[in-house]
């Protein structure tokens, strides 16, 4: 009963931490010396799945030597499938068991047993939460329990912190496009702006904009960011040939640009290490007018939230081009106007 009575005393230890900050780190931390305390453990480390490294990196810990963290990266993969298989991974003894690595280092830090269980994502393995002890322990259900409880909470105090992450970089990409369109006429400064912007808000390979050419029914490149010259080198851009449907004025999702149909310059997009597309229409008033394309160098499901960003982004680009046409055609007409003035003066 003491040790439920020490358990529930931790999630409202943590609760009321969720409920006062918004700080990952600080969320991290508690959740590793919760784990320690809570379970009389030696250390804990909560490791996050870098993807474009494919191995776990630090996220907080405890209890552990800089020696033996930076031992040897965590294999990602192998570790991640063996933990979605079993829900868990139990080591007696680390020192000996085939299953786990780095034997030595283990004896040395002092590590007897070693608990891990993931820390999940909408179903995903986004990391681990390991707690080790110092003395060899067969770990209880109601244990493996608890530490996969405290490693859901961490899964959720990093969807908070990347909501709130993805709110303040929304807004301040909003407040960085609406200022160059009040600050500049410039199509391209602007849309050059916008395609970094895009790029690094969307962690995206690279980004384009393109206008439509009525005439030749060409896309014209207006703006881009992350594409190699020699990729934009590949030849004409054909409205018809080149995902057409974003054209009808919805958005269209490419999840493998090298097998689909639709896309244009197939072979050139595998060489650039171009795999999944998210291509949304730029529109003044009901018309489109050109494209934003988004392109990413691994296969991924735009969510429904991004696809709706990346839609609002470029309908501020399309207002950004009916403010500069208009200043044009203002322009054009007031040199009509002063020709007009000036012929009339020309009577008398």
Same mark, same amino acid.
């Given at each position: 009963?003491?040790?439920?009575?020490?358990?529930?005393? =931790? /999630?409202?230890?943590? !609760?009321?931490?969720?409920? !006062?900050? /918004?700080? %990952?780190?600080?969320?991290?931390?508690?959740?590793?010396?919760?784990?320690?305390?809570?379970?009389?453990?030696?250390?804990?480390?909560?490791?996050?799945?870098?993807?474009?490294?494919?191995?776990?990196?630090?996220?907080?810990?405890?209890?552990?030597? %800089?020696?033996?963290?930076?031992?040897?990266?965590?294999?990602?993969?192998?570790?991640?499938?063996? *933990?979605? @298989?079993?829900?868990? *991974?139990?080591?007696?003894?680390?020192? =000996?068991?085939?299953?786990?690595?780095?034997?030595?280092?283990?004896?040395?830090?002092?590590?007897?047993? *070693?608990? $891990?269980?993931?820390?999940?994502?909408?179903?995903?393995?986004?990391?681990?939460?390991?707690?080790?002890?110092?003395?060899?322990?067969?770990? =209880?259900?109601?244990?493996?329990?608890?530490?996969?409880?405290?490693?859901?909470?961490?899964?959720?105090?990093?969807?908070?912190?990347?909501?709130?992450?993805?709110?303040?970089?929304?807004?301040?990409?909003?407040?960085?496009?609406?200022? !160059?369109?009040?600050?500049?006429?410039?199509?391209?400064?602007?849309?050059?702006?916008?395609?970094?912007?895009?790029?690094?808000?969307?962690?995206?390979?690279? $980004?384009?904009?393109?206008?439509?050419?009525?005439?030749?029914?060409?896309? &014209?490149?207006?703006?881009?960011?992350?594409?190699?010259?020699?990729?934009?080198?590949?030849?004409?851009?054909?409205?018809?040939? !080149?995902?057409? @449907?974003?054209?009808?004025?919805?958005?269209?999702?490419?999840?493998?640009?090298?097998?689909?149909?639709?896309?244009?310059?197939?072979?050139?997009?595998?060489?650039?290490?171009?795999?999944?597309?998210?291509?949304?229409?730029?529109? &003044?008033?009901?018309?489109? $007018?050109? $494209?934003? %394309?988004?392109?990413?160098?691994?296969?991924?499901?735009? =969510?429904?939230?991004?696809?709706?960003?990346?839609?609002?982004?470029? @309908?501020?680009?399309?207002?950004?081009?009916?403010?500069?046409?208009?200043?044009?055609?203002?322009?054009?007409?007031?040199?009509?106007?002063?020709?007009?003035?000036?012929? @009339? %003066?020309?009577?008398?």
């Amino acid at each position: 009963m003491a040790k439920k009575d020490n358990y529930f005393k =931790t /999630f409202c230890k943590v !609760s009321r931490k969720f409920g !006062s900050t /918004f700080d %990952r780190e600080e969320l991290l931390n508690l959740i590793v010396e919760s784990a320690i305390d809570t379970m009389q453990g030696k250390a804990a480390s909560l490791f996050l799945f870098d993807k474009k490294r494919d191995f776990f990196v630090k996220g907080a810990q405890k209890g552990l030597s %800089r020696d033996y963290l930076h031992s040897k990266p965590i294999d990602a993969r192998k570790v991640v499938q063996d *933990i979605i @298989h079993g829900g868990h *991974i139990a080591v007696y003894d680390a020192t =000996t068991d085939p299953h786990v690595e780095n034997h030595g280092a283990k004896r040395k830090e002092g590590i007897a047993s *070693i608990l $891990v269980v993931p820390i999940l994502e909408e179903g995903r393995a986004i990391g681990i939460l390991a707690l080790y002890t110092a003395t060899p322990r067969k770990f =209880t259900k109601e244990e493996i329990e608890f530490l996969s409880a405290l490693a859901e909470q961490g899964g959720i105090a990093i969807q908070r912190a990347r909501l709130v992450r993805r709110i303040r970089e929304n807004t301040r990409i909003f407040h960085d496009l609406a200022a !160059s369109i009040n600050a500049s006429l410039d199509i391209k400064k602007i849309m050059s702006i916008m395609s970094e912007d895009i790029a690094e808000a969307f962690d995206v390979k690279a $980004v384009s904009i393109r206008l439509l050419d009525e005439d030749s029914r060409i896309l &014209t490149l207006v703006a881009h960011h992350g594409l190699s010259d020699e990729y934009l080198k590949k030849g004409p851009v054909s409205a018809e040939k !080149s995902i057409a @449907h974003a054209l009808e004025g919805n958005p269209v999702v490419v999840q493998n640009a090298a097998l689909d149909p639709g896309v244009q310059y197939r072979d050139e997009k595998k060489e650039e290490g171009i795999v999944s597309i998210l291509c949304v229409p730029i529109k &003044t008033r009901d018309k489109v $007018v050109g $494209v934003l %394309r988004l392109y990413s160098g691994e296969e991924r499901d735009f =969510t429904e939230d991004e696809i709706m960003f990346a839609t609002a982004l470029a @309908h501020q680009g399309g207002i950004a081009i009916r403010n500069a046409s208009r200043y044009l055609r203002l322009k054009e007409d007031m040199e009509d106007l002063k020709e007009d003035m000036w012929s @009339h %003066r020309s009577w008398f």
